[in-house]
Structures are given as structure tokens and as C-alpha cells.
């Protein structure tokens, strides 16, 4: 298997006025640096060949309880954004991962706390070998990726991602 091109965020054409994003717009991250005193919190962009992302649906005792995300979650104390994404992957979905390449930091809000979120764009290297954790888990063409209700962090990124 091939894996995905690499990626760079592109500065996105202003969001609909319909779509208010809690997250502030991908071309703002690229002037935040990271702030100690903010969690941090990473997500992992799995794309397939065949161009098809995986996005996953929270369970009730998870952040954006019903809304699709990427697989995310907290940066522990002493563990870096990679080694975070790549213990996610393995703890939330039951897979290895190699990183593609890492975003810069965007400033997001869940649960009215304002956090710091870094994507990664990363590939499979095991098949899924343990339990995933989430409510529900697919593999969606990049092109029904708007089809989906994502939560605020997310959506800003799923925008950019349709545009490219």
C-alpha cells in the first residue's frame, strides 16, 4: 500500500455565514504557538488510498457526544504531540500508525475550555489488532465528507480537506 501524499494546509476561502465554527480557521494555527497552560490535544487524519478518510462517532461519556471527528484525544503530561497521536491510535482504534506529517496547533473549544488541537496526517502499518472505543467507525470518500455532521474542532479541517 502507498501511502497518502503529503499534505499542507492551505488558507481556506471564508467559511458559508451559516457555519458559525467554535475552532478558529486553519490559516490563524499557523501563528499560535503552544501554550503550556492549555490542554493540548491531538487527532489523527487516517486516509486510505483510495482517497477515503476514517471519521468516528463518540460515545456519551466522550467530548462532541453524536457529531463525526477525527480520532482524538488528550496529550498526557511528559508525552509529545507524536508520541500522544501514535498511543491514541493504538489505544482508541487498536492501530499502529506512522506520521505523515504534523499540523500546526489550532485553537478550539470543547466544553467551554479553550484547548489547543494538532492534526496528523498518518497511515496504517498493523491492521487493527485491539477494540476501538468509539460509538461507530468508516472509511468515507473524501467527496461525502460533507454528508457528515462534524463537531466544531473538526469542521474547519473537513472544510479545508473538500476544497483541496
Not at 63 to 89: K, M, Q, T, Y
Request: net charge neutral; hydrophobic share 40%; proline share 12%.
Amino acid at each position: 500500500m502507498n501511502p497518502p501524499k503529503r499534505r499542507k494546509f492551505k488558507r481556506p476561502t471564508a467559511p458559508s455565514p451559516a457555519k458559525q465554527p467554535v475552532a478558529k480557521p486553519i490559516h490563524q494555527a499557523q501563528s499560535i504557538s503552544p501554550n503550556p497552560k492549555r490542554p493540548q490535544y491531538v487527532a489523527g487524519i487516517l486516509e486510505q488510498t483510495d482517497n477515503q478518510f476514517l471519521i468516528v462517532r463518540t460515545t456519551a461519556d466522550q467530548d462532541a457526544v453524536g457529531a463525526w471527528l477525527f480520532p482524538r484525544g488528550p496529550v498526557n503530561p511528559n508525552e509529545s504531540p507524536e508520541e500522544a497521536v501514535r498511543r491514541i491510535a493504538l489505544d482508541h482504534l487498536g492501530m499502529t500508525v506512522e506520521i505523515i506529517s504534523g499540523q500546526p496547533p489550532l485553537l478550539a473549544t470543547i466544553d467551554g475550555q479553550e484547548i489547543e488541537v494538532r492534526f496528523f496526517f498518518l497511515t496504517i502499518v498493523d491492521e487493527p489488532s485491539g477494540p476501538c472505543i468509539y460509538a461507530e467507525s468508516r472509511w468515507v470518500a473524501k467527496a461525502q465528507l460533507r454528508d457528515y455532521t462534524f463537531d466544531a474542532v473538526t469542521q474547519p479541517v473537513i472544510d479545508w480537506l473538500v476544497t483541496e
